[in-house]
């Protein structure tokens, strides 16, 4: 019964690596999302795509970049990560433009050493 | 001002007793209005949304909506142990057509 699907819950990189986060739903929802979740700061919108191959930046996209070949899939990625990008990052999407009810999926706790 | 603001609580209410969750938003053509409930170690998840003034009622839940006074609020009737959690307000913004923008969340613990 899993609807948003991320790849892993649990990730520990190195300084300086390149990091790919996958995001799967599969609802057929037109929009996806890429937050980080950090305590005090709530959820921050990293970037977002309203369909196959658009990306728009969110609020926080420095260090970030996003792909969306597949209407299912949207992927994060961190060009060289850095310590300051350890959270949580949670991937949510939703039917339409317009639409507030998210779907998130589980979650993937990054750590970055 | 931040665009949606919650108190960050812990707000500690008595089972049974009624949890009175609170958000106010920026911007005053802000359409639609949510609340999305988050358990500890686990992704949020929406409970309510409302987008007329007024009251609307789902259960034990009842979302209220004044406009005029750009708040949101969030009563929880009957409140339970497994009502725990922090509670995300979130907004659609005037355009309609940007993503929510959510509140940090207030943390409600019901006591038993």
């Known amino acids: 019964d899993v609807k948003v699907t991320q790849s892993s819950r649990y990730l520990v990189k190195r300084t300086g690596e390149k990091v790919f986060l996958e995001c799967v739903q599969d609802m057929d929802h037109e929009n996806m999302f890429w937050y980080r979740q950090d305590p005090g700061l709530g959820l921050r919108l990293i970037y977002f795509?309203?369909?196959?191959?658009?990306?728009e930046k969110g609020d926080i996209p420095e260090g970030y970049s996003v792909s969306r070949e597949k209407k299912e899939r949207f992927s994060l990625i961190l060009e060289s990560a850095s310590t300051n990008q350890t959270s949580m990052y949670l991937c949510a999407s939703s039917p339409g433009r317009g639409s507030g009810g998210y779907t998130f999926g589980s979650g993937t706790r990054l750590t970055v050493v | 001002q931040k665009e949606v603001e919650q108190n960050s609580g812990p707000l500690s209410v008595p089972e049974g007793a009624i949890a009175s969750l609170n958000c106010t938003y920026s911007?005053?053509?802000?359409?639609?209005f949510f609340w999305y409930r988050q358990y500890s170690g686990k992704s949020p998840e929406l409970i309510m949304s409302i987008y007329s003034n007024g009251d609307k009622e789902d259960g034990r839940f009842t979302a209220q909506l004044n406009k005029a006074s750009q708040y949101v609020s969030l009563l929880i009737r009957d409140s339970q142990p497994s009502d725990s959690a922090t509670y995300l307000c979130a907004v659609i913004r005037n355009s309609g057509n940007t993503p929510l923008v959510f509140g940090k969340g207030t943390r409600l613990s019901v006591i038993a």
């Open positions: 911007d005053r053509g802000s359409q639609s």
């Open positions: 795509s309203y369909d196959v191959k658009m990306k």
